[in-house]
């Protein structure tokens, strides 16, 4: 197939805005954290995004897509992007690897949910590389590199396993090595600046299209399908933590937003299988599974502090298992367990399964080797000053 | 005769001093962010070339007019509620207060 | 016609565009409010999308483009989005429907300057769905859905009518029923946040290629035209009210975006008529107009507080009639009155006049409605304290 | 050649990416000032848009694209659009203006840096009417319009002499003409908003992939490779930078955006002509030589405020010569200096210095003659009190 | 002799307040946003599980340094532009003051 | 006996301020952003409509509590450092101070 100039355009741009959404996730996260940590906040964002970018055209597009070893990883062919050319099928490979590489880069920026407010610069561009070597390269090759579970019949369309299972929980597993902030649980630690928050829900909306219907990799029905059902979720996600969230007090606007993301993240690897009315269904229970998740880890006094691990972990994991349930035929091809495809139900589970062991698992022993290394917290004197300072030497006011 | 009491403590106690005061019947209260530092000269940090200070962390400065009488009463409140035991922990003033008066009537309390 | 790859591509990052405008909307009032409502304030934006984007595939896409009924709304064949699919003529009828949900959730977001740090979170949800649902989905079956407008020949290329007269004096008529602010006259009541303002009103200008140029719904020199003269009438509106500002005192960055916006809402329902030369009258003009427009309700101390009835409501009006002033048929295939076309002059003041007063009526009823049942404000109390807190439980401050 | 819908989605959507940049460098700028002037600083960035809009389309355009006259500027053949239509090669004629347009907005915008926190508004206002003119028409004549640069053959693609060696050389110049802000050198001017720099940073990496892409004017497989270098250069730019700061003392967030930033503009003359290995290459350099430049500045004391001459002047002196160093025939059909082109080095050599001369010497004079006839600078008392209040009357807070 | 005079009051009041001093000739101050309450103890709105207590409302603080036989007159003239009559209305302190020095040139008060 | 310094200064001037009087020996200062107007009604900028007044200007203020014997030196060493010579430079405050109590530990200077 030669190049298509309509499918180039679109992927092209749905790139750029899937770009979009990784300082989208930076200013989310940096209107959570308190006044003192918000510039490094949002700067760990853009690291990871940058850090992605190279290993990415140095070696990670090839170790996820590369010619399969074993199931389990790509080969070295890519490397340098050897052979990644403007020719391609339907769009350039080059532009292909573009759309894969702002995944990648994103994913990473997540996983920093689980260190907010407490990690080192340094550590964490040493364990943002390995991490993003280490577990997300495999986890995008098993999907989409022709991995096992590609093989297996497994679906994630646009990555509920690879982008929010993986960072979720490796949000958590590295919560869990670094400990938790000083004060937690004792002190309030209230969000510095909601409308920052909001601003970057927006974005992550926005480009979630870009994410989702981008992963038709054409501009053709099926894109707008995705489309729509992304919408869709997200609303009803919205919805659904806003009214939860009302039930117990009062209707608060990042109820509402987590809720879209939750929404956005469930019909993520599903918006290539599922129709809109099931999109109503995936997305208010995501809602509600995540605000329950979220309640979860504050009684357990997880410190897993921007919820990365409830939203991206748990919405994920029923993205996946959701995917398995309300898919289609007339949409995907495939049909789920609502239409009598018990099969592919336990695919779905398995595939998640797997990847969320992984994930947990991997993550902790680089969280842990890093940690013994290099250290991955701050001191407590600068944790007590606040990362703008101590790590970035900046503020936001005097 | 009252008291003005202004007390910079971390902004993390700041929800229990404000219990601990509301509680023992001392809700009224001005509150404001600032920065600032103690006598250790702020806080010294590791940077490449040699240790690098700090200067001005985030507060929060209470500001209450209380009668005389109570004003240790409240200092205590505020220095119980607000003590983690760590560097930082803040400081608590009292000045002396000619008089308040309230806006919405003609009270005045000297 | 099968569906194209360019066009497709073109319509589907148009409708990521739109969406953004919501959120956009959002941030422009929010930074015009004061602090205590800026969450409220950017909140009923997302809330107003959420809930439009549900009732619209359930329910409203079908009153807006099923069968047509008397001229008036449409059928319920579309409902759940039955029947409408990843096929269809150029582009998906899913993308289509998808395009369409946009405008109707901005819609929504626009009107809720009208009830600015006063209007409960609750009676928000019902009136908003009411509103949509009776004013905005006849609206749009009227021009676009084969009603009576479409009928007539009256021209609305993007949305002039259904979208700017419709919210603007929406929003009027809701301010009246739900009364002023306290202290609205006596009190100063100063944005809070001009950045955030000019943040909102960025994403606007940019969203709106989408809402004008994505209208089209090809990419085409159209399209090319409808960009074209969208950003022209957007300079010229800017320039307008500021140099007008500055006639009365100093050129304000406030007049400078609100101009921006009263060109791109006067340009709309032309966007596909007129040559960029005409823009820039239509532009200028709509400047001049809205700034007197917003003098106007000052002096009659009116409190629709962030000012859509001024700019959306007259600069709708304007761009309605001006349709059928500047219209040429060498761009969008009519003539209006500068080339001899009466006719098509009178049919666009015939069309707008029916839209304001549509808008106008039932809206203040559907207001004065749920103000009678529900109640639409909030307690003076839960104003005093801002709806950030008495609202959402939440608050941009210690 | 007919239109093509996929190239014309294409840039259309480009086109709205790169009008968001002006903004982003509005916002860019804005968090980079005092407190009292942030308003300002976004103001003049929409005002460098509103006004070059409607210049372009009145003359400017013609001025660039009309026919030659003597290598030097164009011809009035499209004054007021005469003859530019919905027609055209690929992409309808409109929209190849269009997309030129928002280049020449986004340039005056970013020579805003060198009167940063101290220009009458008005004066600017004239002052752009005339760089726009006299400066930026004749430079994209000469690389675009089939001036003299493009007859020698310079390769230019995206506007690294054209936007960037013109707007940081203009920037400087307009500087030393209106000389240093009142306390530079002994009074800290501490940026005020941090976080707001980096919302305008994201937005500019963000729109960066429409101007450099988007320069292919088509969607295939050169845009996309077009894509890949800028996302690369601009990774390596930022963790160059970042490394240089953490050498000196810490890791600066503001260091890591101008790194990117200063990594986009030098890959911008070479997007269409170089690989992604040689993007690293690139962004590297440009991080560190941009940052030296910036300490230059700094020892200098030259207050152009905003480093408009560090990161665009010298990055895109950098990106012009690079192009000639790193070209390569498999990209775009031409080969550099490590391919043993000396000629195309000697080429870009030229081209870039004779951009610089001219940028900067009739910067100066344009900037010299508005101020002794206007007056470029606000009195001491307006810039004490801040341009906020005395330019627009407004102000962030109390 | 001088008193700092501190005011707390509405910033919807803030204008007025500031029109009314400078006409009676009292234009110097020191403006700064804060958050406070009364003695009201907060203001209760009703929630699903019943009554709610906001804490810190926005509020304006003024701070005038005046020479001491003046402070009665500008208690007055807050007091009476600040005024609305409903809750929230704010507070007006008077504290003694033993210096203000004019930092551009050697002036002193005491 | 201790006093309590308010000092408000131009922002640009902070950073000498604050290093003159670190150098000097006195580290411990609360500092908030404000806005001020001094006794020359705000200053007059011209507009098209004749002369505007621009009331508020950005301020940093200082809050220092020291011991009486030295609030002279602390006095000078702000003014020092906070001179520009020009219209804005800013006031400095003595209040006398009841009392200054540490949270962490029961230290308390009177
Ligand atoms: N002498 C003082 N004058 C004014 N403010 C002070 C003084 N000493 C301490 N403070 C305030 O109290 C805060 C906490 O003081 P301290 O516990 O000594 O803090 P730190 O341990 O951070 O130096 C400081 O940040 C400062 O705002
Ligand atoms: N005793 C006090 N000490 C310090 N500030 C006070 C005191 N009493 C009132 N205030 C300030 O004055 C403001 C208004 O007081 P009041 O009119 O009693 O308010 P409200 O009606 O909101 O309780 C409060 O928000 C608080 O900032
Ligand atoms: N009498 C006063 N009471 C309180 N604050 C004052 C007083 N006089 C001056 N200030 C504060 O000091 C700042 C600078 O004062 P001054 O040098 O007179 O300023 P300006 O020249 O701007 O009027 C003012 O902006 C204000 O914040």
Redesign the pocket.
């Known amino acids: 197939m030669p190049i298509d100039s309509g499918d180039t355009a679109f992927v092209l741009i749905c790139t750029a805005m899937v770009m979009l959404m990784t300082p989208g996730v930076g200013l989310f996260y940096g209107g959570l954290v308190r006044r003192k940590n918000i510039i490094a906040m949002i700067s760990l964002a853009f690291i990871a995004f940058s850090v992605v970018s190279l290993q990415w055209i140095l070696c990670g597009y090839s170790f996820a897509f590369g010619t399969d070893i074993g199931g389990f990883i790509g080969g070295l062919d890519y490397l340098g992007l050897a052979g990644v050319g403007m020719d391609g099928d339907g769009i350039p490979d080059l532009l292909f690897m573009a759309f894969q590489l702002v995944f990648a880069g994103l994913t990473l920026a997540i996983v920093t949910s689980g260190a907010a407010e407490r990690m080192k610069v340094s550590s964490f561009i040493v364990f943002g590389l390995l991490w993003t070597t280490l577990v997300y390269d495999p986890l995008a090759h098993w999907a989409w590199g022709g991995g096992w579970a590609a093989s297996l019949g497994a679906l994630d369309f646009a990555g509920g396993t690879v982008v929010h299972i993986s960072s979720g929980f490796g949000a958590l597993a590295l919560a869990l090595v670094i400990g938790r902030r000083v004060g937690f649980g004792t002190y309030t630690m209230e969000p510095n600046n909601i409308p920052l928050t909001l601003i970057g829900g927006a974005l992550l909306w926005f480009g979630w299209f870009g994410f989702n219907a981008g992963s038709a990799l054409a501009a053709n029905g099926l894109a707008a399908n995705a489309f729509v059902v992304t919408n869709t979720s997200a609303a009803a996600g919205a919805i659904a933590w806003l009214v939860a969230s009302w039930y117990r007090g009062k209707p608060s606007s990042l109820g509402m937003i987590s809720g879209a993301i939750a929404g956005l993240v469930a019909i993520t690897p599903a918006a290539g299988f599922v129709d809109p009315l099931s999109a109503i269904a995936i997305g208010a229970i995501a809602g509600l599974l995540c605000y329950g998740a979220m309640l979860f880890r504050l009684r357990r006094g997880l410190d897993e502090s921007l919820d990365a691990w409830a939203i991206h972990g748990m919405g994920g994991l029923w993205g996946a298992i959701a995917t398995g349930i309300f898919a289609v035929a007339a949409v995907g091809g495939v049909d789920g367990l609502l239409y009598g495809n018990v099969h592919q139900f336990l695919i779905q589970v398995v595939d998640a399964c797997a990847a969320l062991v992984y994930a947990f698992c991997v993550t902790y022993a680089l969280a842990w080797i890093v940690d013994r290394t290099l250290g991955l917290r701050v001191s407590e004197e600068e944790e007590y000053v606040g990362l703008d300072i101590s790590q970035h030497g900046e503020s936001t006011r005097v | 005769m009252m008291k003005m009491i202004i007390a910079?403590?971390?902004p993390e106690k700041f929800e229990q001093v404000e219990k601990a005061l509301t509680e023992k019947g001392f809700p009224a209260m001005t509150v404001s962010e600032?920065?600032?530092?103690?006598?250790?000269?702020?806080?010294a940090l590791r940077s490449r070339g040699g240790p690098v200070t700090v200067d001005?962390?985030p507060?929060i400065?209470i500001e209450m007019a209380v009668p005389a009488t109570f004003a240790e009463t409240v200092v205590q409140i505020i220095r119980e509620a607000a003590r983690t035991g760590?560097?930082?922990?803040?400081?608590v003033?009292v000045l002396p207060l000619d008089m308040a008066a309230k806006v919405r009537t003609e009270e005045v309390s000297i």
Chains 1, 3, 4 share one sequence.
């Open positions: 910079v403590i971390r600032v920065r600032g530092r103690g006598e250790q000269k702020g806080i001005l962390i507060k400065r760590k560097i930082g922990d803040g400081k003033f």
